[in-house]
């Protein structure tokens, strides 16, 4: 049975960081490409981050240079660590898994707010 858990999402104050934290079983981890969605009320599901199997990594514009995309083959992991967070940055995250097959995560909501 495949499943991907997020956790790690919660409620920031604007400038502050959270961690995302994605466990991966039931498939092949090491051979999928690896990515965090988002979805704000209201907005289309985008991509923020990307890793492939080789650790090459692709990020959202408004992300870049904030936010760090890792994986960790050993464990089945792959974190989302998110600095200087913005209020548009709120929104629900999806771990997503991607090859042969499309697998998504039950999403945690990010809520950046004073």
């Known amino acids: 049975q495949v499943q991907l858990v997020e956790s790690g999402g919660g409620l920031v104050q604007p400038g502050g960081s959270l961690r995302l934290s994605c466990a991966a079983s039931?498939?092949?981890?090491?051979?999928?490409?690896m990515g965090w969605y988002r979805q704000a009320p209201g907005k289309q599901r985008e991509l923020v981050a990307q890793?492939?199997?080789?650790?090459?990594?692709n990020y959202l514009d408004s992300v870049k240079g904030r936010f760090t995309i890792a994986r960790d083959n050993a464990k089945n992991t792959v974190d989302l660590q998110m600095n200087s967070l913005k209020p548009e940055d709120t929104a629900v995250y999806y771990c997503?898994?991607?090859?042969?097959?499309?697998?998504w995560g039950q999403g945690t909501q990010v809520t950046v707010s004073s």
């Open positions: 997503n898994a991607c090859w042969l097959n499309d697998y």
């Open positions: 039931g498939f092949t981890f090491s051979i999928y490409r």
């Open positions: 890793i492939t199997r080789g650790s090459s990594t």
